[in-house]
């Protein structure tokens, strides 16, 4: 069975930064594309950031295009996504992601994961 479970949320300032960590388990995790999404109180979960299997490519949501980079280590079977410039807007929680298929492509759609952790929060105070 496949277990992600993320680290590295919490409270920061308007224009601060935040590293979060997503550990994965259970599937051979160099494989698999990983994504990364947030859903703040009252919103449907939103697409962040996705990274192919290799690493290779990235592909992000406009709103943090320039301030956040998704990144993997398949050594240590971690996916990370650096926030930078974070604004109160980025508050939410959120959640990693992997990918149904091997191989696969990145994917913005939510349908397109198959696992996903239990989700950290990211507060943003003004």
């Known amino acids: 069975q496949v277990q992600l479970v993320e680290s590295g949320g919490g409270l920061v300032q308007t224009g601060g930064s935040l590293r979060l960590s997503c550990a994965a388990s259970g599937r051979t995790f160099g494989r698999y594309a990983m994504g990364w999404f947030r859903q703040a109180p009252g919103k449907e979960r939103e697409f962040v950031a996705a990274i192919t299997w290799t690493g290779g490519s990235t592909y992000y949501a406009d709103s943090v295009k320039g301030r956040f980079t998704i990144s993997r280590d398949n050594a240590k079977n971690t996916v990370y996504l650096q926030m930078n410039s974070l604004k109160p807007e980025d508050t939410a929680v959120y959640y990693c992601?992997?990918?149904?298929?091997?191989?696969?492509?990145?994917?913005?759609?939510?349908?397109?994961?198959?696992?996903w952790g239990q989700g950290t929060q990211v507060t943003v105070s003004s």
């Open positions: 992601a992997q990918h149904k298929t091997m191989y696969s492509g990145n994917s913005p759609a939510t349908a397109s994961y198959a696992f």
